[in-house]
């Protein structure tokens, strides 16, 4: 009786445990001008980039590095609402700037990063466009894929041997020699991330 007590007391605690790393990334993203939300199914997150494409104005919703099980289930979800285009990056010939106004890239991220609120995308062409060109863009992260830090990151890059690795900290920003800080020069103008409690890829 004791052993299974101590069992379900550890359960609760790595429950609880996991539940903070989910907000302290969150919160994190969130203080580097992400867009956040917590979902706990893949209806939740079509409902939550409805609203945010809704919320941007945006008319062609982009996706790339996606399973193909969920771009169909987000496909149809976001069927008949808003009158959305829905393509995937991969499958239209279409000029760049094209993407580019009045669009939202959605995109499966490798990793998110506890200590700095990063999203981490490795060498997938796919989700590299539809992180980058699109107005705004989303990342999509189950919460198992949460890190602590950049050591854990360097484990995984071990593991994985991707060809390249980018880190999106938040909407692209720069200032000039006076200090004026211009938003969207060189990638999306607003940025979203959205952390599932559920498996996105089965």
């Known amino acids: 009786m004791a052993e299974r007590n101590n069992s379900q007391r550890e359960a609760?605690?790595?429950?609880?445990?996991?539940r903070l790393e989910v907000e302290g990334f969150l919160e994190r993203c969130r203080?580097?001008?992400?867009q956040v939300v917590h979902v706990h199914s893949v209806?939740?997150?079509?409902?939550?980039?409805?609203?945010?494409a809704s919320s941007w104005g945006v008319r062609r919703i982009v996706m790339g590095g996606l399973s193909?099980?969920?771009?169909?289930?987000i496909r149809s979800g976001l069927a008949g609402r808003g009158g959305y285009t829905v393509l995937e990056i991969d499958r239209v010939e279409m000029e760049i700037e094209e993407?580019?106004?009045?669009?939202?890239?959605?995109?499966r991220a490798k990793a998110g990063i506890l200590e700095t609120g990063g999203v981490v995308i490795f060498d997938d062409w796919a989700?590299?466009?539809a992180s980058l060109v699109p107005e705004y863009s989303v990342?999509?992260?189950?919460?198992?894929?949460i890190l602590q830090n950049y050591r854990d990151l360097a484990s995984l890059i071990r593991q994985s041997r991707p060809g390249g690795v980018a880190i999106i900290s938040g909407p692209s920003s720069t200032s000039d020699i006076e200090l004026t800080h211009v938003i969207g020069v060189h990638g999306p103008v607003g940025c979203g991330c959205i952390?599932?409690?559920v498996e996105l890829d089965e």
């Not at 203080?31 to 992400?34: H, Q, R």
């Not at 939740?44 to 945010?52: G, H, S």
């Not at 993407?99 to 995109?107: A, D, I, K, Q």
């Not at 990342?139 to 894929?145: D, F, K, P, R, V």
């Open 127 to 129: 989700s590299n466009l």
């Open 139 to 145: 990342a999509l992260l189950e919460e198992s894929e």
């Open 195 to 197: 952390v599932a409690g």
């Open 12 to 18: 609760k605690l790595a429950k609880r445990g996991a």
């Open 43 to 52: 209806d939740a997150l079509v409902d939550v980039l409805a609203d945010w």
């Open 68 to 73: 193909k099980g969920l771009a169909l289930r």
């Open 99 to 107: 993407y580019r106004n009045n669009s939202l890239g959605v995109f």
């Open 31 to 34: 203080n580097n001008g992400f």
